[in-house]
Structure formats: C-alpha cells, structure tokens
C-alpha cells in the first residue's frame, strides 16, 4: 500500500521560506510511470495545485505562485520536496503532497495523498 | 477564480439520487475526476477518467462527462456521504492542473 508522509516547519514569518517534504513508502519516487505532486489548501477554501515533479527532474507549477516555487527529489531517501519563497500570509494552508498517475496525456488524477500539514504564516 | 465551476452547495434526501457538476472548457479536451473530503481529511479519489471507479469504491459513485460539463451522481445518498466535492482536471493549455470550487453535499 502506496503512502505519502508530509514534513516541515508549521509556523513561519512573512518573507520567509517555506520547505516541506514528502516521505513516499510502498513505492519508489523513482517509478517512471508517476509525477510527484504538491496541492494546498488554505482555510475554509478549496484545493489549489502548486506543481508536480518528475524524478528526472521535469516539473510543472501553477504560474500564480509567480516562480516562488522550488521542487525536488531525493532519490536515495525516496522523498521529495517543496520550497516556496517569500511567504505571506496568503500561504497559510494545509499542505498535500500526492501521487499523480496518467493514462495517456488526457487522464491525470492524484491518488494517493499524503494526511496533509498546516502551514501557517504570521508575524 | 477557477477554470472549473462547481456549484458551492448541494443537498439531498437521505436515499435519493443527487448530482453534481463541473464545468469548464478545458473539459472539451481532457478527463475530469473527482475527490472527496471530509473534514480535517485529506482529498479521496472517487472517480478517474471521467467514469471510472478506482477498486473498492462503492458503485453507487459514478461519473460521467459532456461536452464542457462533467458530472458525479451519487445514487442513494446516504448520511456518510455529506462532505465536500472536487472535480479536477487539466487547464485548457494541458501543462497544469486545476480543481473546481468545491460543492459541500448536505444529506438530509
């Protein structure tokens, strides 16, 4: 059974870095038929994807994030990461990482996801 | 704002047949699925690929799609079912992904 574990800081100050990483057991992030992907969701609103990650290191990321985003695997720890920059408060959210599966270019979904971790950014 | 609409709020009589639904140009092109959260809960998948059930999944969930308009009906609704809906799918150019609102199910 595939699970995801995500990690990090839970508090942090405007202007800061937030980083995060995702521990993947049951599977390898190295498995060439997955991306890696990272969602959030602030409080009381809906899901919002960041981007995903491919272990050759392709990624995606929601241009709204303004190339804030940094992302990252580690194979040797079958683990990857997320780094946003220069937080706000507008990025306090709970933090998903998932697993993104396809069946041909037009079917992409995530299953499965990590519990998720609440970030919060305040002064 | 998101490249797929959901209605925020929908109810149902305990037992009856409810539907939901996603809309969104870039529907025309790519595959819709759909999540479900209960609170303080991470996302489930419920639907893939527009109809398509991952193992386990009770059939009373099911998906269809057409044309810009994607929809997941659940037949019977039952008190565990309240929680809320998320369809997601790529955007119109096929790099990103995007989530819908999110519709909050009610079962009455």
């Known amino acids: 059974q595939v699970q995801l574990q995500e990690s990090g800081p839970g508090l942090l100050k405007p202007s800061e870095t937030l980083s995060l990483t995702c521990t993947v057991s049951?599977?390898?992030?190295?498995?060439?038929?997955?991306?890696w992907a990272w969602i959030r969701q602030p409080p009381g609103k809906g899901l919002e994807w960041i981007g995903s990650?491919?272990?050759?290191?392709?990624?995606y990321d929601n241009l709204s994030l303004k190339s804030r985003v940094t992302m990252s695997v580690d194979m040797s720890k079958n683990q990857f990461s997320l780094k946003l920059a220069s937080v706000t408060a507008a990025d306090t959210a709970v933090y998903f990482c998932?697993?993104?599966?396809?069946?041909?270019?037009?079917?992409?979904?995530?299953?499965?996801w990590g519990q998720g971790t609440q970030v919060t950014v305040s002064s | 704002s998101s490249e797929l609409t959901q209605d925020p709020a929908v109810s149902v009589a305990l037992g009856q047949i409810v539907k939901i639904t996603c809309q969104g140009d870039?529907?025309?092109?790519?595959?819709v699925n759909w999540y479900q959260q209960k609170p303080g809960q991470a996302p489930v998948l419920l639907i893939y690929?527009?109809?398509r059930r991952p193992s386990g999944l009770p059939d009373r969930f099911s998906g269809s799609s057409s044309g810009n308009t994607a929809s997941l009906t659940i037949t019977g609704a039952q008190a565990a079912d309240e929680a809320d809906y998320y369809c997601?799918?790529?955007?119109?150019?096929?790099?990103?992904?995007?989530f819908g609102g999110g519709t909050k199910l009610t079962v009455l």
């Open positions: 990650i491919f272990h050759r290191g392709s990624t």
């Open positions: 049951g599977d390898s992030v190295t498995n060439s038929n997955f991306y």
């Open positions: 690929g527009n109809d």
């Open positions: 998932a697993r993104r599966q396809s069946s041909g270019p037009w079917i992409t979904w995530f299953d499965p």
């Open positions: 997601h799918s790529r955007d119109r150019g096929g790099d990103h992904q995007v």
């Open positions: 870039s529907l025309r092109s790519y595959y």
